[in-house]
């Protein structure tokens, strides 16, 4: 009679079937593909190199400018709202609360729409200024303080009481204090979840196209499905993802590597 197999055995022998399995896959999707029509629509090398260089010098640069907009308007709204939800008066965490639970709940589709169109209703005669960036940049940044609040209340609570309290014993005023003391320290700790917000507003800058841009103003989604139109290609729209993936890839490599040096220095 043989012996029974081992955990070891069997984990080997469940991740070697997980393996084939694997493998099965992808050569079953290389087989069935038509990879002549997939090249055909999506990987024109001539189309593609007509995109350039307006796709890096419109389309990408409008795409961090409207990403780095919104998220530097966010981090200061955030920052005010994560005060506000940790502050002793209640009307100012009921405020903070609403406004959280509000933007964290509706798409930001919504909101860009909310801001392309009920905005100017609401007050008739006046403009956000910058016009477009301007509104992209208070699109982006409503969605992600709400985020971004919670993250940086979260890092606040995180520093240790007793930062306070030496503070106070050396004559530090409470706001003083969280300025020069606790503030900077929750910072650093919520750096990693702060970047990877910068990620995902990068992505959502693409909900510019539902404002309604110029060509001058176009980002890389808008770019990329007018090209697409066009030419009835879609290499454009490959391409543009493409130049989405350069930023977000070594963020998101930036995030995991922050994300560690934190938990080493736990």
């Known amino acids: 009679m043989t012996s029974r197999l081992s ?22 999707v290389g ?24 796709i890096i ?26 005060l506000m939800r940790l502050s002793s008066v209640a009307p100012y965490r009921w405020v903070a609360s609403v406004y959280i639970e509000f933007f964290r709940g509706l798409p930001a589709l ?7 169109v009920a905005v100017p209703l609401a007050f008739p005669g006046t403009e956000i ?6 509104k992209v940049a208070l699109g982006l940044g409503l969605v992600a303080a709400a985020y971004m609040a919670e993250t940086i209340r ?47 507003l990068f992505k959502d800058s693409s909900l510019v196209l539902f404002l309604g841009v110029t060509l001058e103003e176009r980002e890389l ?9 066009q030419t009835a290609n879609s290499t454009p729209i490959l391409v543009a993802g493409l130049c989405y993936l350069i930023v977000t890839v070594p963020l998101s490599f930036v995030v995991r590597r922050l994300e560690a040096r934190a938990d080493k220095a736990k």
């Open 7 to 28: 955990r070891r055995q069997r984990r080997r022998i469940s991740q070697g079937i997980q393996y084939a399995l694997f493998v099965a896959a992808l050569v079953l």
């Open 31 to 54: 087989v069935l593909a038509d990879w002549d029509r997939l090249q055909n629509q999506f990987a024109q090398k001539d189309l593609a190199a007509e995109l350039f260089p307006d």
């Open 57 to 82: 010098t419109t389309a990408l640069r409008n795409t961090v400018v409207y990403t780095l907009s919104g998220f530097v308007f966010g981090l200061v709204l955030g920052l005010l709202i994560a």
């Open 110 to 116: 919504l909101i860009f729409i909310f801001v392309g």
């Open 129 to 134: 200024p910058g016009g477009t960036y301007g």
């Open 154 to 200: 979260a890092g606040i609570q995180a520093v240790p009481k007793g930062q306070m309290e030496a503070a106070r014993s050396l004559g530090f005023s409470h706001a003083r204090a969280m300025v020069s003391v606790i503030i900077p320290q929750a910072f650093r700790i919520v750096i990693p979840p702060l970047t990877n917000e910068l990620v995902l």
């Open 221 to 229: 989604t808008k770019f990329g499905r007018d090209l697409a139109s």
